[in-house]
Nanobody, 122 residues
Framework: QVQLAESGGGLVRDGGSLRLSCAAS????????MAWFRQAPGKEREFVAA???????????DYAASVKGRFTISGDDAKNTVYLQMNSLKPGDTAVYYC????????????WGQGTQVTVSS
């Protein structure tokens, strides 16, 4: 069982920045690929970014095309926490952001956090 808790959402102006955190219970990084998703009102939940542990202290990361170059995902083993640094935010980034723990092989979303609201004003 993995429990995920997101924080760091809020209201920011167009062009601003926010950093989201996802605190995970247990050894989430060892057993799961950690991902961020978002869901805007009236839209389906969409993939944003993901990270997983590789060999020799390396990390593998992946981004949706819409956020590549603006968002950065990172992980802290000691704190069991995944971060999403969001720069150059746009009103189109407004959504509830969710953290998920994915099965490494199948990428099935096994666990979800409760979500944190990000609102970007124009």
């Amino acid at each position: 069982q993995v429990q995920l808790a997101e924080s760091g959402g809020g209201l920011v102006r167009d062009g601003g920045s926010l950093r989201l955190s996802c605190a995970a219970s247990g050894r989430a990084f060892s057993n799961y690929r950690m991902a961020w998703f978002r869901q805007a009102p009236g839209k389906e939940r969409e993939f944003v970014a993901a990270i997983r542990r590789g060999d020799l202290a390396s990390w593998y990361v992946d981004y949706a095309a819409s956020v590549k170059g603006r968002f950065t995902i990172s992980g802290d083993d000691a704190k069991n926490t995944v971060y999403l640094q969001m720069n150059s935010l746009k009103p189109g980034d407004t959504a509830v952001y969710y953290c998920a723990a994915q099965d490494i092989l199948t990428r099935r979303n096994d666990y979800w956090g409760q979500g944190t609201q990000v609102t970007v004003s124009s």
